[in-house]
Nanobody, 123 residues
Framework: QVQLVESGGGSVQAGGSLRLSCAAY????????MGWFRQAPGKEREGVAV????????YYADSVKGRFTISQDNAKNTVYLQMNSLKPEDTAMYYC????????????????WGQGTQVTVSS
């Protein structure tokens, strides 16, 4: 059974930083797409950043480029999202997701999802 376990959310003031972690269990971690999506209240879910675990290629939403960095630790089957210069508009539930990259590296309906971790940024 595939499990994606997120951690690292919390509350921070604008301009601050947070680091999210997503550990994958029961999942063939290598050569897959893993990443982060978010959903704010009243809004649709949107892609934030994804990484190809087989080679490290990354893809970011325009709204987070230059502020967020996605990375991986293959030995731990874990993907990270370092979020710097946070803004109130980054407030959302952040979800980890994984897929066999059936549509390539990008934002689409991934096959596996975590439960989510809340990120709240105050002004």
């Amino acid at each position: 059974q595939v499990q994606l376990v997120e951690s690292g959310g919390g509350s921070v003031q604008a301009g601050g930083s947070l680091r999210l972690s997503c550990a994958a269990y029961g999942y063939t971690y290598s050569s897959n797409c893993m990443g982060w999506f978010r959903q704010a209240p009243g809004k649709e879910r949107e892609g934030v950043a994804v990484i190809y675990t087989g080679g490290g290629s990354t893809y970011y939403a325009d709204s987070v480029k230059g502020r967020f960095t996605i990375s991986q630790d293959n030995a731990k089957n874990t993907v990270y999202l370092q979020m710097n210069s946070l803004k109130p508009e980054d407030t959302a539930m952040y979800y980890c997701a994984a897929d066999e990259c059936v549509y390539g590296l990008g934002f689409y309906e991934y096959k596996y999802w975590g439960q989510g971790t809340q990120v709240t940024v105050s002004s």
